[in-house]
C-alpha cells in the first residue's frame, strides 16, 4: 500500500486530525486502528455515558457533532446539549465512512495493529490483521502520525487496581446496567468522573444514597458546566475569572477557593481540600445529588474485595452480605512526557491549550496542512498535557493561554479557529462588535497580570510538593 499518512489510531483525535489534515491538503491518508471502527474508547463505554460537556466541542471541524441547540427541559435547560454514547459512535462511524473514506482520500484498516519493523537502519512500515493475522507493508510518503499517544484507560478495557477474592461481586462500571441481582448496596471505587456517572445512573434508578458506599481516594476539583459553553460572553467570562483569581491568589489553593466562589469550579464536599484537578464538567443539579453520598471512604486507593470487606491503603471497610463493588478506577487520562508534536519520525498529536482534545487534534492538522517547517509547526504548536493536580492545572492553563496567543496571532489560523465549533475560544465575526462581546474583551484584557501569575503559582506549588 502507498500513502501520505499513516494516521495510528481512529479515537477522537485521529479523526480529528485526519479531517482537518485533508480538508486543507490534497493527501492521501490511510487511518488503522486495533477497534472495527472509528471512535476510539467510545466503543467501549458504559451504556449510560454521556458527553460531560457540550457537543459541539467534540468531533471534527468539518461535522458539528448534535444540533448546537440549547436544551429545553430538565436541569441543565439553557444549557448546549450533551451526546450520549450512542449518537456519538453514529457520528464517527458517519465520519469515517460517509465522508472521509467516501471521499476516496481516505482508507480505514479496522481491527488491525501497526509496527514499525526496523533493520539496517531503515524503517518499514507494517499493518497487521488481527482477523486474518496477515500483514501488509505500507509506504508512506510523508508521515506516520501517532494519534494514539493520549488514548485513555477505561475500565472496560483495564483490569481493577486490586486483588478479588473468590465469591466477591466485582463489576466494572459498563457492566452495571445489565447485572441481574439486585445488590444489598454499591461499593463505587474510584474518585473522577466515571464514578460521579456511576452514582448518578444509581440514584437515577431508585438506589437510595444510604445504600451507596463512595471510595474516594482523592477529592476532585471540577468545572461548572454552566461555565463551558460554546458562547463569546461566557468564554470570555470564564477566561476572566480565571485570570482575575489568580492575580488576587496566594498560593493554588487560594486560587481554587476564588475560583469556587466564582462558581467556577465546584467540589463535593466543602471541608476537603481537593487534591485533584482533572477539572471534567459537572451541572450543579450533579453536585446536589452527589452531596446526598455520606458514606465516603478516604483511606486511600483499594488493595483487595472480598465478599465481606474493602481492604484499603490505610484501613478496611467492612461490606455488607450481597454488596457489588463497582470498579470505576481505570486511571482515564494519560500522562506520557509531553513532546514536540512534529519530530523527524513521526507526528505525534498532543494537546496544545488546555483541555478539549478534539480542538488540539483539528488545529494540529491544519497546521500540518498549510505550513513547511517543522520548526514552526513546532512554533506555533507547543504540546501540553492534561491536568491532574491543581498545581498542574495552574500550570498548564498558563502554557495553553501563551500557545493561543502565538497561533492565534497567524491571521489564517485565528480565521479558521473562529469559524471552528471545536474551539472554546471562538469568536465569531458578526458578534465582535455586541456590547456584551466588547465588555467582556475589555475586562479579559485587563485581568492580564493574572496569566503571569497564574504561571507562577504552578511553578511555586510543583516546588513545594514533597
Avoid at 454499591?186 to 434508578?205: M, P
Wanted: proline share 6%; net charge neutral; with cysteine.
Amino acid at each position: 500500500m502507498d500513502t501520505d499518512y499513516l494516521v495510528v489510531g481512529a479515537g477522537a483525535m485521529g479523526m480529528a486530525f485526519t479531517d482537518a489534515l485533508v480538508d486543507h491538503a490534497d493527501v492521501h491518508v490511510t487511518v488503522v486502528d486495533r477497534r472495527h471502527a472509528a471512535g476510539g474508547h467510545w466503543l467501549d463505554a458504559y451504556p449510560f455515558v454521556q458527553l460531560h460537556q457540550a457537543s459541539v466541542f467534540y468531533g471534527a471541524a468539518s461535522t458539528v457533532l448534535g444540533t448546537g441547540a440549547l436544551q429545553t427541559t430538565g436541569p441543565e435547560t439553557g444549557l448546549q446539549q450533551r451526546a450520549r454514547v450512542s449518537e456519538i459512535r453514529a457520528y464517527y462511524d458517519q465520519l469515517l465512512f460517509g465522508r472521509l473514506v467516501g471521499s476516496g482520500r481516505v482508507s480505514f484498516l479496522g481491527r488491525s495493529d501497526y509496527h514499525a519493523d526496523v533493520h539496517a537502519g531503515a524503517t518499514r512500515h507494517v499493518v497487521t490483521s488481527l482477523v486474518s493475522g496477515d500483514s501488509v507493508e505500507v509506504t508512506v510518503r510523508r508521515r506516520v502520525v501517532d494519534a494514539s499517544y493520549l488514548a485513555p484507560a477505561i475500565p472496560a478495557t483495564t483490569p481493577p487496581p486490586f486483588t478479588v477474592a473468590a465469591g466477591a461481586d466485582v463489576v466494572s462500571i459498563h457492566e452495571l446496567a445489565a447485572a441481574a441481582r439486585v445488590a444489598s448496596c454499591y461499593a463505587i471505587v474510584g474518585s473522577g468522573k466515571t464514578a460521579t456517572d456511576a452514582i448518578l445512573w444509581l440514584l437515577g434508578h431508585g438506589v437510595s444514597p444510604d445504600r451507596v458506599i463512595w471510595v474516594r481516594p482523592r477529592d476532585p476539583w471540577m468545572l461548572d458546566r454552566a461555565t463551558v459553553q460554546p458562547d463569546p460572553v461566557v468564554a470570555l467570562g470564564l477566561s476572566a475569572d480565571i485570570l482575575e483569581a489568580a492575580a488576587a491568589a496566594d498560593s493554588v489553593d487560594d486560587l481554587f477557593l476564588r475560583l469556587e466562589a466564582a462558581r467556577v469550579m465546584c467540589r463535593i464536599d466543602r471541608d476537603v481540600t481537593p487534591a485533584m484537578a482533572k477539572t471534567p464538567t459537572l451541572g450543579r443539579w450533579e453536585l446536589e445529588r452527589l452531596r446526598t453520598i455520606e458514606n465516603v471512604v478516604r483511606l486511600g486507593h483499594v488493595a483487595h474485595v472480598t465478599e465481606r470487606e474493602l481492604v484499603l491503603e490505610r484501613g478496611s471497610v467492612a461490606l455488607p452480605r450481597g454488596a457489588r463493588v463497582v470498579h470505576c478506577a481505570a486511571s482515564g487520562l494519560q500522562y506520557p512526557p509531553a513532546t514536540p508534536i512534529w519530530s523527524p519520525d513521526r507526528i505525534r498529536v498532543q494537546l496544545v491549550r488546555a483541555g478539549f482534545p478534539c480542538f488540539n487534534a483539528a488545529l494540529v492538522g491544519y497546521v500540518e496542512a498549510t505550513r513547511d517547517d517543522d520548526r514552526e509547526r513546532n512554533r506555533l504548536c507547543p504540546p501540553n498535557i492534561y491536568p491532574d493536580t491543581p498545581a498542574s492545572w495552574a500550570a498548564i492553563t498558563a502554557r495553553g493561554i501563551a500557545a493561543a496567543r502565538t497561533f492565534g496571532a497567524e491571521p489564517d489560523i485565528a480565521a479558521w479557529a473562529n469559524r471552528c465549533a471545536l474551539n472554546p475560544s471562538r469568536l465569531d465575526a458578526s458578534r465582535a462588535g455586541e456590547p456584551a462581546v466588547v465588555a467582556a474583551r475589555a475586562r479579559l484584557a485587563a485581568a492580564e497580570p493574572g496569566v503571569a501569575r497564574l504561571a507562577e503559582l504552578g511553578r511555586e506549588s510543583a516546588r513545594d510538593r514533597p
